[in-house]
């Protein structure tokens, strides 16, 4: 009798052990559960934001267009703003899609890894491809404010620096895509101009992809 009640004590501080273990588990995973969800929201409310902020873009663009749709380089600088608008809201949306689906409580830690890998370079990819049209965008805007605020017709007071300019612009969006496409395919991935590109997707989202990398480690 002696034995059988060493057993079963040794069974009973045994499932005590594994219930301790469990709890301690679960102590050191919530916190980090917790802030990768508190960053995936952040993200998502900051797309919101962003969304908002484009759709007055897009209208303001539109109803520019439309106003001097009868002088085709305004037509054309409005219509180039209004479609440009339009991409950001989709980029803006699809992010914040895709944030609330790797936010699946549901998802075992694995999947949330993949799909934030994928939300992270969704992100760094629509981050190139929303900031690389800059280096034209940026005058087709000043186009629109200047003969809407000021009345000033830039393309009329100087077509050829206007078209120079935006020449030079696409000849530098153009070579910073190539760039960029040689970066991601030939250089290693601790590489400085590598990292750079990573970083597009933003400190929080890396954050969260680390605090996911520790769950899975510790559930192994």
């Given amino acids: ?125 629509s981050e190139l491809g929303l900031g690389l049209p800059w280096f034209c965008l940026w005058l087709l805007a000043l186009q629109c404010l200047c003969v809407q605020w000021l009345g000033l017709d830039l393309y009329a007071m100087a077509p050829a620096w206007f078209l120079g300019s935006l020449g030079f612009g696409v000849v530098v969006m153009l070579g910073s895509i190539a760039a960029a496409r040689w970066a991601m395919r030939r250089l290693p991935a601790n590489h400085r101009l590598q990292r750079l590109l990573d970083s597009l997707s933003g400190q929080s989202l890396s954050r969260a992809q680390q605090q996911l990398r520790e769950l899975q480690q510790g559930l192994q």
């Avoid at 679960?26 to 995936?40: D, E, G, K, M, N």
């Avoid at 919101?48 to 902020?53: C, G, M």
């Fill in 1 to 125: 009798m002696e034995l059988d009640e060493l057993k079963a004590a040794w069974a009973q501080q045994a499932q005590r052990i594994d219930q301790l273990e469990v709890l301690a588990l679960q102590a050191w995973q919530q916190p980090r559960q917790a802030s990768v969800r508190r960053r995936l929201r952040w993200f998502s409310g900051l797309q919101l934001a962003w969304l908002l902020v484009w759709i007055v873009v897009t209208v303001l663009a539109a109803s520019f267009w439309v106003e001097h749709r009868q002088m085709p380089h305004l037509l054309l600088s409005g219509l180039v703003v209004h479609i440009y608008g339009i991409a950001a809201i989709w980029v803006s949306v699809t992010r914040a899609l895709l944030a609330v689906h790797v936010d699946m409580a549901s998802a075992p830690v694995l999947i949330q890894q993949q799909r934030l890998a994928r939300l992270r370079r969704f992100t760094a990819l």
